[in-house]
């Protein structure tokens, strides 16, 4: 989906128009990959707009930016209240937002230490990723020809843009081969993750999710919904999986902050299970559905108002499926 191409951007302190928000061709990120950024989401709710687990998404930049030698200009407090002064500025009640950090303009040798470490801050209306019908019907997917990065090759801890040249190659050769989403294996063949989201199986009733030593990004909404899974009683494992695990669960779902929970119907074109969403990915998707849109309490404090106090206006259910 095209941008608008309207309202503001911030970058390196100032809110300008997005027609503005412009960097030199000769910057370092633009050659070399040499960014971090995230990804979080704003949510519409009855209390008004709330930003889920925006203290976590910053964490985790400032982590990716230290894993890189980056020392952004301004703290992470200062970066924090400017995502919320961007929503603001634009409007928005809903939307997903992306702070990047990146080495800007200066000279064009690998050592990136002359350049800048510059910071911006976009946020766009952005609905469900892989497509409204598949958060019920569920997505077709594939395992990838492509592998993730070797451990101390890219470091997968780190938000990097370069990171994302893996990602894009998953994601064409998935797209090309007729899948919405490619699943990478890691280089010692076990279950890493998606192009843009982490995996859970199900067996049985216990829920599986590959560990951070299996090259994955460790997502927020991954740690988010581990957290309601125990809360709803269900164990949980973080476990290297074999790619076969995928072709005899009883339910495949992916996560993360742009496809939210999305449940997995076929892998490789084997159907999981009978081929629609399961009853812990729904029981799942409810939960995290109505903690996101305001009508489950938030108990964890997950979520960041843009008007802390506004008075609550009626709640109602938000599921997925409705
Ligand atoms: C490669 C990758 N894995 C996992 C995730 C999920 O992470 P999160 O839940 O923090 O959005 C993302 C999304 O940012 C991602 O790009």
């Not at 633009?30 to 995230?38: A, K, T």
């Not at 049985?204 to 997502?219: E, F, N, Q, R």
């Not at 005899?248 to 490789?268: C, K, L, Q, W, Y």
Request: net charge negative; hydrophobic share 40%; charged share 20%.
């Amino acid at each position: 989906m095209a941008f608008p191409g309207t309202g503001k951007i911030w970058m390196n302190g100032s809110l300008v128009d997005w027609s503005d928000a412009k960097i030199h061709i000769a910057s370092h990120v633009i050659h070399y990959g040499s960014g971090v950024f995230e990804g979080a989401r704003c949510y519409d709710t009855p209390r008004g707009s709330a930003c889920f687990q925006l203290e976590a998404h910053m964490r985790r930049l400032y982590d990716s930016a230290k894993i890189y030698r980056m020392e952004p200009q301004i703290d992470r407090a200062t970066l924090t209240s400017a995502v919320l002064d961007t929503i603001r500025a634009n409007q928005f009640k809903a939307c997903y937002i992306r702070p990047i950090v990146y080495r800007g303009y200066n000279t064009l040798g690998v050592d990136p230490s002359a350049c800048p470490v510059d910071a911006a801050i976009l946020t766009w209306e952005w609905g469900a990723y892989l497509g409204k019908e598949a958060l019920e019907r569920g997505a077709d997917v594939t395992i990838s020809s492509w592998t993730r990065a070797a451990a101390n090759t890219f470091p997968s801890l780190a938000k990097s843009s370069a990171n994302y040249a893996n990602s894009q190659l998953i994601k064409m050769s998935a797209l090309a081969d007729g899948y919405s989403e490619g699943i990478a294996l890691d280089t010692a063949g076990y279950v890493s993750e998606g192009s843009g989201q982490n995996v859970f199986v199900v067996r049985d009733d216990i829920l599986y999710t590959p560990p951070v030593s299996a090259a994955i990004l460790p997502g927020i909404t991954r740690n988010s919904v581990i957290q309601i899974a125990r809360d709803l009683g269900f164990t949980v494992r973080e476990d290297m999986l074999p790619r076969e695990m995928l072709y005899i669960a009883d339910e495949v779902f992916f996560v993360g902050t742009a496809v939210e929970i999305t449940p997995i119907r076929s892998v490789d074109k084997i159907v999981v299970a009978n081929g629609r969403r399961g009853p812990i990915t729904e029981a799942i998707q409810n939960a995290f559905f109505d903690i996101i849109n305001g009508v489950r309490p938030d108990t964890h404090g997950w979520l960041t108002y843009l008007s802390p106090g506004a008075p609550q206006k009626e709640l109602q259910s938000a599921h997925a499926s409705q």
